[in-house]
């Protein structure tokens, strides 16, 4: 029987992010928060939390920055393995700037990413023997998006953990300051014939693919054209910056059965950065723990949740956290307004 040693490995950019407090705007604003984040980190961060062995791949700057980056990987149980240094002496770690909102004020993201280490990431960084290690591969739109020698890295990655055995999981993450929805049509086409978990919402599915009907009718026709195995939609209702409900749909091909359930209502935003992320940790866990969707479907809606109640980028819900979030949403009446 083939051995890996991890769960889960993910490809993308590690990046600083720097918020001004509560909800004081960048332009004024003397004082920022740092944290560490990155789609692909938040993913394999949260399913750590969970309980699975996981593992980043990606390159840092050799700086003091780079050791912080490296340490919060470290913090969240995340294996280090695949992390490569660059030691050029322009190397730098990515930046983004989130701006809180406050309805009718919109939250706000300003990147300053571009020449970062990530972008000179290659295939000769990393042993033959990683795309062999591993259940799972996955990375994002937003590492494809980052174009050149970073794009050319991800698709080669995703054929080779596939050739070798590895399930591929894959979220669009469409991000519009990052290209166009054409430019990532194309792009994200070729690589969904080696796609066995696909996440993509509906909204993305009609402006970036062009497909039409209901959620059900595109995630069916995703299903047609491509070998994938699950697709997963997410649905966020936002009432104002402060207040979300959200849900999603899984669809299992092979069964042809749709998994659904009762949104999380009125949500109290703390913070909604990574809450997507946390979805596909929660549902990428539920998937590779239990070979179920339902559980998947269960993992990821309650992650999500929860995560939009905790400052920062990375989930910080553990497995007991997350269990008893889904036994209290499958209760009706009262419940307990403290635990303890």
Request: charged share 25%; with cysteine.
């Amino acid at each position: 029987m083939k051995h890996n040693k991890f769960d889960l490995l993910s490809l993308g950019e590690i990046l600083l992010r720097l918020s001004p407090p509560g909800n004081e705007r960048l332009s004024r604003s003397d004082v920022f928060d740092k944290h560490i984040g990155g789609a692909e980190l938040n993913v394999v961060s949260g399913v750590s939390m969970l309980g699975l062995k996981t593992g980043m791949i990606s390159k840092l700057p050799d700086n003091l920055l780079g050791s912080y980056a490296g340490n919060q990987v470290h913090f969240y149980g995340v294996g280090d393995d695949y992390l490569s240094l660059d030691r050029e002496k322009n190397a730098r770690l990515g930046i983004y700037y989130y701006e809180s909102g406050a309805h009718p004020r919109k939250p706000q993201v300003v990147y300053d990413r571009m020449h970062s280490s990530i972008q000179s990431i290659s295939i000769k960084d990393f042993p033959e023997e990683m795309y062999h290690s591993t259940r799972c591969f996955h990375t994002t739109g937003i590492t494809l998006a980052l174009g050149g020698q970073c794009r050319e890295t991800a698709i080669e990655m995703i054929k080779r953990f596939k050739e070798a055995g590895a399930l591929i999981s894959f979220d669009v993450n469409f991000r519009g300051n990052l290209w166009t929805g054409a430019e990532a049509k194309e792009c994200i086409e070729s690589i969904l014939p080696y796609t066995d978990i696909f996440f993509c919402s509906a909204d993305t599915a009609r402006l970036t693919f062009q497909k039409e009907g209901s959620t059900r009718e595109m995630m069916q026709s995703f299903a047609k054209d491509y070998p994938i195995s699950v697709i997963a939609s997410t649905k966020r209702t936002v009432h104002s910056p402060k207040k979300h409900s959200f849900t999603s749909v899984i669809y299992d091909v092979g069964s042809k059965t749709f998994y659904e359930e009762e949104p999380y209502e009125n949500i109290e935003v703390v913070d909604r950065i990574g809450s997507g992320d946390a979805y596909i940790a929660g549902a990428l866990y539920g998937y590779l723990a239990y070979g179920d969707c339902r559980k998947a479907l269960e993992y990821g809606n309650a992650a999500s949740a929860m995560k939009n109640t905790i400052p920062g980028d990375m989930p910080c819900s553990d497995l007991k956290e997350l269990t008893k979030t889904i036994e209290e949403h499958r209760q009706t009446g009262e419940l307990p307004e403290m635990s303890r």
